[in-house]
């Protein structure tokens, strides 16, 4: 029998403990929906306040709370109805479906399968003469199809309208720009923030909560003037793990090791705002427990990239020798406001202000609608807008006789004389811009899954067998257990006092008075709490407890009224249990 892996023994833990399961278990479950549990659910919410903090509040950016179901128009303009699919391969014998290019990696040399094109998979696929994960059938001559991961819904009864349960929280923020950048008085840089559930129908949902159909996103959006760039002081010296398109291609590539001032200098990370999330983020995973030796960015290839995407990287961690993604940083230019603005019929831009008024030349048209309209008709409201397009866009085609127009593929020659056409000296004060968008985009429940496996730990104390997480005391779902001794009325009544002491100061607190203390502090090893409060008979004379920190089991006995306080320090990193004096010496 082969040994289980960290990933299969973390999933029974989370079960046993509560941190996330299958859901609807009792009707058999199904497929990519997940329950967090008490622990998890703690856990998940930590991690979001923090994201919270580093990303909305410690960069002064604004939070909005959007709806989870959005008309169809919203997704026809996004492109989602056209470009948000997977590959899909569906099994002769069984009927199964599965995600084509995860076929392709699980079971071939080749990586990112998804950048490639369709023929090229199914090429793979009768090569290798790879089967069908569930019943062994061979896939070979299989069409691969692309499949749209969205959710279909209909808004209101009767003659509804059509909607979408959102794949991202984004559309939510970009729908709402024209409001929004009045609530950031039309000044750029600014950011908006949000975390909510998204839902993305997948082909083959698998991994446990790596891969769901239904998960919280925590996603950026920066509206950037595409002129400016961001300072990169806080950040330059920031080292990171970078594995670029181009080490990538290479047949001996690897990861590289830089820093962020050095990968924008020498062209690695093509924008620097990128480069700036990249900086913040690499020490914001550090402080949630990310284990940074097995986290990297990598570089999208041009296959792979979203259809909105100039630039993309995925932060990746490492589990069982596997690299998954936990977020992604890209560059969306200015694909989603302008193609909203495109859709509907509201103003996608800012008003950028000159410092001082400009003096331009515009070139305008002002066409004889005597000779258009009898010339073409019903047609002739098109033309006029071609020609206001063509004297924008390119004005020496006016400086002939007459000047040719595409209507409809079909091209016409009008007489310069009957289109108005002039140049005009006009004084502005300044100029209307669609802004770009910076998105660093985080998968919350990756995230939590990284940080319990990076977090297991076995060992032995006393000769027997422990696991136990060792989560940073910021993300803990618990952070203090309480105990008494034994069962003992007055032992329990002082426990009890001490523990709502510690709830009044704000701690997360368990309270456990079941079974023998060595199984207590087993129970709060296992779930992650960094330190167990024990109430024995001392503490009744001399008003002391034992405190345990988790990690190294390491006791101290520390007088009552400094357990707030002293704990408090702990939780945030300004003390360390080693630097405590211990009342026994």
Known sequence: MSEESTSEK???????????????????????????????????????????????????HMEIDAPTIMPEPVFEASGHLEGFDDMLVECPECGTSHRADHIVEDNTDYEDAESLPIPEVEEIVAEYELVCPA???????????????MFATNIGPGDSQPGYMRPETAQGIFVEFPRL??????????????????????????RSIIRTREFTQAELELFIDPEDEPDLTEVEDVTVTLYPASEQHAEDGNAVETTIGE?????TIADPWIGYFLGISQEWYASVGVDTERFRYRQHLSGERAHYAADCWDAESEIDGNWIEIAGFAHRGDYDLSKHGEHSEDRFTIFNQYDDPKTVERATVDPDMSYLGPEFGSDAQAVVAELEALAERDRTAFDGETVTV?????PSEIPVEKTGFSVDEETIAGEHVTPHVVEPSFGVDRLVYTVLHHAYREDEVDGEK???????????????????????????????????DLRAAGLAITYDDSGAIGRRYRRQD???????????????????????????TAQKRLPIAELPDTLAALRAGSLEFAELEDLEG
């Not at 990968?263 to 062209?267: M, N, S, T």
């Open 406 to 410: 595409d209507l409809e593929g079909e």
């Open 526 to 552: 296992e779930v992650g709490t960094p330190f167990c409060v024990t109430v024995d008979y001392e503490s009744l004379e001399d008003d002391a407890v034992t405190v345990r920190e988790r990690d190294s």
């Open 181 to 206: 950048k009045e609530y950031a008085r039309n000044q750029l840089p600014f950011g908006v923030t949000q975390i909510g559930r998204a839902y993305r129908n997948e082909i083959s949902p698998r």
């Open 10 to 60: 973390l999933v029974e833990l989370a079960k046993r403990r509560g941190y996330f399961f299958q859901s609807a278990g009792v009707y058999g479950g199904v497929g990519g929906f997940y329950t967090f549990g008490p622990q998890g659910a703690s856990l998940k919410q930590n991690i979001e306040d923090a994201w919270r903090e580093r990303y909305a509040v410690g960069e002064g």
């Open 263 to 267: 990968a924008v200098a020498d062209g």
């Open 466 to 500: 422990r696991t136990y997480l060792a989560l940073d005391p910021e993300v803990a779902p618990t952070f203090v257990g309480v105990f008494p001794l034994q069962r003992d009325d007055d032992l329990e009544a002082r426990a009890e006092a001490i523990a709502s």
């Open 135 to 149: 019943c062994g059938a061979g896939l070979a001559g299989q069409a691969v199809e692309r499949f749209n991961l």
